[in-house]
């Protein structure tokens, strides 16, 4: 069973940074996609960015330019950098996993994930 926890969440100024952390453990194979949704009040959940195990990456368009996916395979940590945050970034963000034994290419959507860690929370204001 894959355990995911995040960190990193908090309250921020616009135009400010954040970095958020999640850590996994649990793994029984090194070909994980991983990848970030986020939940604002009374909206559906919505792919942020995803990596696969070979580093190749995707991004949500509202989010291009601003962040930055990345993980630490040694530290089975995946990482979001936020940068120039707007007050529509304001959400809940999860991380969420996939592990298996063949190469899944990233993806954005939900149902491409097993496994979701609890959330941490942005906020972002003016």
């Known amino acids: 069973q894959v355990h995911l926890v995040e960190s990193g969440g908090g309250s921020v100024q616009t135009g400010g940074s954040l970095r958020l952390s999640c850590a996994a453990s649990?793994?029984?194979?090194?070909?994980?996609?991983m990848g970030w949704f986020r939940q604002a009040p009374g909206k559906e959940r919505e792919g942020v960015a995803a990596?696969?195990?070979?580093?190749?990456?995707t991004y949500a368009d509202s989010v291009k330019g601003r962040f930055t996916i990345s993980k630490d395979n040694a530290k089975n940590t995946l990482y979001l950098q936020m940068n120039a945050l707007k007050s529509e970034d304001s959400a809940m963000y999860y991380c969420?996993?996939?592990?298996?034994?063949?190469?899944?290419?990233?993806?954005?959507?939900?149902?491409?994930?097993?496994?979701w860690g609890q959330g941490t929370q942005v906020t972002v204001s003016s």
């Open positions: 969420a996993a996939r592990s298996a034994y063949i190469y899944y290419a990233p993806t954005l959507r939900a149902d491409g994930y097993d496994y």
């Open positions: 649990g793994y029984t194979s090194s070909r994980n996609r």
């Open positions: 990596i696969a195990d070979d580093g190749r990456t």
